[in-house]
């Protein structure tokens, strides 16, 4: 939306007559902006509006309006040409609705010359957006290109967004076809307006060629390696969005924990776990991915899916240890075990049943087998006869006890 402020200074026109056609386009003589003639304002609405204007050189725009709103319009032309004024100040001031009020006026009037008729319907279809007026825009804009035989890219622009707001979402394509074929330029708030409008038509693919254009065109945009990032992974294109997620990082262009997070897990998912851990670690540590269980829990699992049980173990202690969550005591014993770290083991699976977990004879089968390992034959037996005891071990656990008691047997150890 262009500024309004200063936007009076568009009449730096003579106080009685109109601003002159080019000589180029008189001759044209094709467009109703070249057919209409200038006026001259009646002599006594010029006497006002001398007054009107060299106040507002003054910078007093409240004097410029005063002056104008006593001034006594004889005809049609002066009183169209005085509410154009009166638009204009009014909207540098900000007051957006007697501006709209004023220049609806002069604009319904349809008398002013070519060039101050087409500056005012510009403008008031400007300020009717402005004030969420879409339906009553739409039409202004292209009234204006009509009368001045002028397709213009921003006014394109101007539509689409107002096509937008109506989520008319076919039409925001029209409009941003065509604004972006008159473009000297790629205008990146045009290919925005398509891949917003392809968005909530939930055309992901359509959307995904939008931004195969643009960041090219657009490379320092770090949003859009983004974007581009994520609609692969909404069209599930893993490859392509792991790859520009990939080159976004080498770039510099991941600053969010969402971010580093999704390229861990595709790097994970694709076979490089290792690789996922170390990026997301690197990016705890500085401070990006806050310490939590959940992050703490999701590096353990990078890790873990890399075959790193020390460290994953580790991970799934702290995780742990931050939400004094069982069921993580849990993952961690286990990994230990197969770590073959087995006292350590047994502490942690202890603690786990402590905090407390859904079903208790998972850790009391881990220890019953942490504890045959280590040839406790008697803890081992009581682990396994407690983990009998939970419907989801119990077959597991009592294949085992009928072998601990004989390995008790041959060692001489009362059970």
């Known amino acids: 939306m262009r500024k309004v402020t200063s936007i009076a200074t568009a009449l730096l026109l003579s106080v009685c007559t109109s601003a002159t056609l080019s000589g180029a386009a008189v001759a044209a003589e094709k467009c109703e902006i070249d057919k209409r003639q200038s006026r001259a304002v009646g002599q006594s609405a010029a006497k006002k509006v001398q007054k009107s204007f060299e106040a507002y050189t003054e910078n007093n725009v409240d004097g410029a309006i005063a002056i104008l709103l006593e001034a006594n319009a004889n005809n049609d032309f002066d009183k169209a040409y005085i509410n154009r004024m009166l638009g204009n100040f009014y909207a540098e001031k900000g007051q957006m609705q007697t501006a709209v009020k004023y220049l ?149 262009f991941l600053e969010t924990e969402g971010n580093i997070t999704r390229l861990s897990q595709l790097l994970a998912q694709k076979g490089s776990p290792y690789k996922a851990a170390k990026i997301y670690e690197k990016h705890m540590k500085s401070g990006l991915i806050p310490e939590s269980k959940k992050t703490y829990n999701i590096l353990a699992g990078f890790y873990h899916n890399a075959k790193e049980l020390k460290t994953a173990a580790s991970y799934y202690g702290k995780a742990a240890e931050a939400g004094n969550d069982g069921e993580l005591y849990l993952k961690q014993g286990r990994l230990l075990a197969l770590d073959q770290k087995y ?10 049943l402590d905090v407390g977990i859904e079903n208790p004879g998972e850790a009391q089968f881990e220890l019953a087998l942490a504890h045959l390992t280590l040839k406790q034959y008697k803890s081992a037996y009581k682990r396994a006869v407690q983990a009998s005891k939970d419907k989801k071990t119990a077959r597991s656990a009592n294949s085992y006890i009928s072998y601990i008691k004989e390995k008790a047997r041959i060692h001489n150890v009362a059970l």
């Not at 006292?343 to 786990?352: G, H, N, R």
Request: proline share 2%; aromatic share 12%; charged share 30%.
């Open 104 to 252: 609806k006026s002069a604009v319904e009037a349809d008398i002013l010359g070519g060039t101050d008729h087409a500056a005012t319907m510009r403008l008031y279809a400007d300020l009717l957006l402005q004030e969420r007026k879409f339906k009553e825009a739409i039409p202004y804009y292209t009234k204006w290109m009509a009368f001045t035989c002028k397709e213009d890219a921003q006014v394109y622009r101007r539509i689409g967004i107002a096509h937008s707001e109506l989520k008319e979402w076919d039409k925001v394509h029209q409009a941003a076809d065509k604004g972006l074929a008159l473009s000297a330029e790629p205008d990146k708030g045009l290919y925005q307006m398509k891949l917003t409008a392809y968005f909530n038509q939930k055309q992901y693919k359509n959307a995904v060629k939008i931004l195969e254009k643009m960041v090219p065109l657009f490379q320092d945009d770090k949003r859009l390696w983004v974007q581009l990032a994520q609609f692969y992974l909404m069209t599930e294109d893993f490859d392509r969005s792991l790859a520009t997620y990939d080159l976004a990082y080498k770039n510099g």
């Open 343 to 352: 006292k350590e083991a047994i502490s942690v699976l202890e603690k786990s």
